[in-house]
């Protein structure tokens, strides 16, 4: 059974920093495409960032140059660092795990949806 743990949300100030972290079980990410979306109220979820087994990345327009994404493969966990945050950041932060193995993270990924899912964790960033 694949299970997708998010923590490290919370409220923050905008230019402020925050780390979220997503401990995967019952696949590992280094065989994985996986990254993380984000749902606003009243908006369609939007990919934010991916990363592949190999570290290759695909990072949105919208969070380019503030938002970093990373994995350690030995934790089997993911993270998203997010600095310069706004008020637009604010959202429920979803971490994903493509179901099919292999494939490379790519600008594709952030409009997939064949994923595992994480429950959220939700960031707030007043201004």
């Known amino acids: 059974q694949v299970q997708l743990v998010e923590s490290g949300g919370g409220s923050v100030q905008a230019g402020g920093s925050l780390r979220l972290s997503c401990l995967v079980s019952g696949l590992r990410v280094r065989n994985h495409i996986t990254g993380w979306f984000r749902q606003a109220p009243g908006k369609g979820r939007e990919g934010v960032a991916a990363?592949?087994?190999?570290?290759?990345?695909a990072i949105a327009d919208s969070v380019k140059g503030r938002f970093t994404i990373s994995q350690d493969n030995a934790k089997n966990t993911l993270y998203l660092q997010m600095n310069s945050l706004k008020p637009e950041d604010t959202a429920m932060y979803y971490c994903?795990?493509?179901?099919?193995?292999?494939?490379?993270?790519?600008?594709?990924?952030?409009?997939?949806?064949?994923?595992?899912w994480g429950q959220g964790t939700q960031v707030t960033v007043s201004s």
């Open positions: 994903a795990a493509d179901k099919a193995a292999g494939a490379v993270a790519a600008p594709w990924y952030l409009k997939y949806e064949n994923n595992y």
């Open positions: 990363i592949d087994g190999a570290k290759v990345t």
